[in-house]
């Protein structure tokens, strides 16, 4: 699939900045959106996929993707993997901390950390505002760990006067916070969050679940104090699903080193896989399990791109202005975002309340029928009440028209479920930022 033709077709009338070009933007994006659509491989239909993560993907990402099949011992495969550990190390901003880059989803670095860091009885407090809050905790206590649970309430996050009453309790060998929440959008303060325990209790790691969050929100390792970043291909990297990224300080790999029991896994033991990730750094092949090759192509390709012209800076800024861009246009809908203010809301997507008498199940497929999938709610109990929409990779840092095909498709669906939008903030999203 090459999606260039709707760049060439968007971009010229983005760069004016009249109202007149403005509406034409709109008028035109059915246009764009139908062209896109016929663009897949084989001819058919195929709507946009903004649900948060996985994302879209350019297509240049695609074809590495679809490379022969290759040899992980292949000397340009060797080079590609070398690139990823140390381009991710760039993405994080980090300079001594270690990237291991398993085939897996997200969820599997959680069992990476939890596995490799954790022994049995060890205290861990977990900052939990939501789902994948919750499932992180389930996943600690799979491996034995004594497990508190702050919760705040949904759509809020923890106050750092609530954490510090927690840490000063006990003392805990982990803490874990959710950049992003996916199932509410709420945004996890890390910088505050790893201030306040580097001090209070400076021997406690800082995990960070960044699956939703890594290369769309700001983070800056080293300096931030982070321990462990986990993450994932198939959200604002802009990869396929497949691969599990955690990346781990040198202080979280020494916790590794003095463990007085074994790691209590086998795949994810990173004794196993250090000596890989440090070999294919200096460009050596070295086997423990076979690397998930096309994938990692992809991935190579996908951080290349996304570390062009302007760096991490450039991705950071780009995703601000569309979630604000986002934000407003759910405000001009006269709804409101599960996040219940703008600091706590995070940039890589956006979850939205839908009116009273609308449920996820009748908005969706009107969505869909306009060409965009969006994600329904997922916290229990309240899972048709809401629908989320991903604004990351992509999505957010190019001139596509996707943000554009999103509202106008979203504001239509929400119309023909019997919301009243006002004309003057309806169909037509606002300005671009």
Not at 46 to 70: D, F, K, N, Y
Not at 308 to 327: I, L, N, P, Q
Request: net charge neutral; aromatic share 6%.
């Amino acid at each position: 699939m090459n999606i260039r033709p709707v760049q060439k077709l968007i971009k010229p009338i983005i760069r004016s900045s009249s109202s007149t070009t403005a509406t034409r933007l709109i008028n035109r994006t059915p246009a764009a959106l139908a062209h896109y659509r016929n663009m897949s491989s084989d001819n058919s239909s195929r709507p946009l996929c903004l649900i948060p993560g996985p994302v879209e993907m350019t297509s240049t990402v695609l074809q590495a993707h679809s490379t022969p099949a290759t040899a992980h011992t292949d000397p340009k495969f060797v080079e590609a993997f070398g690139q990823v550990i140390e381009k991710l190390r760039t993405v994080v901003d980090t300079k001594t901390a270690q990237p291991f880059v398993i085939a897996g989803s997200g969820t599997l670095g959680w069992d990476q950390t939890a596995a490799n860091l954790l022994e049995a009885g060890d205290s861990v407090l977990v900052l939990s505002n939501g789902y994948f809050g919750e499932g992180l905790a389930d996943c600690m206590e799979t491996y034995g760990a004594q497990v508190t649970r702050l919760r705040a309430e949904a759509g809020n996050r923890q106050t750092l006067d609530e954490i510090r009453s927690a840490l000063q309790q006990k003392q805990y060998k982990i803490v874990t916070v959710s950049q992003v929440d996916t199932s509410t959008g709420v945004l996890g303060d890390v910088q505050g969050v790893a201030q306040l325990v580097r001090d209070v209790s400076p021997d406690t790691l800082v995990i960070v679940d960044g699956v939703c969050a890594t290369a769309a929100e700001r983070l800056y390792f080293d300096a931030w104090g982070v321990d462990v970043v986990i993450t994932a291909s198939q959200k604002a990297l802009g990869c396929p699903p497949g691969i599990s990224i955690v990346v781990a300080s040198q202080k979280a790999l020494k916790v590794l080193a003095e463990r007085k029991t074994p790691v209590p896994a086998y795949y994810v033991n990173w004794n196993r896989w250090l000596p890989i990730m440090r070999s294919y750094e200096d460009r050596a092949v070295k086997y423990f399990a076979t690397p998930c090759v096309q994938t990692i192509f992809a991935l190579h390709t996908a951080l290349g791109e996304l570390l062009a012209d302007g760096g991490m800076e450039r991705v950071f800024a780009a995703h601000e202005s569309t979630s604000k861009r986002v934000k407003a246009a759910v405000a001009s809908w006269g709804l409101k975002t599960v996040a219940v203010s703008p600091e706590v809301s995070a940039t890589a997507m956006t979850a939205v309340w839908l009116p009273e008498g609308i449920q996820a199940a009748d908005l969706l497929p009107k969505l869909k029928a306009r060409g965009v999938v969006a994600a329904g709610g997922i916290l229990a109990g309240q899972a048709q009440r809401y629908f989320r929409l991903g604004h990351m990779g992509i999505t957010a840092t190019q001139d596509n028209g996707y943000v554009d095909v999103m509202l106008k498709a979203a504001a239509e669906a929400l119309e023909e479920c019997g919301h009243t939008i006002a004309p003057a903030s309806g169909r037509a999203s606002p300005p671009r930022l």
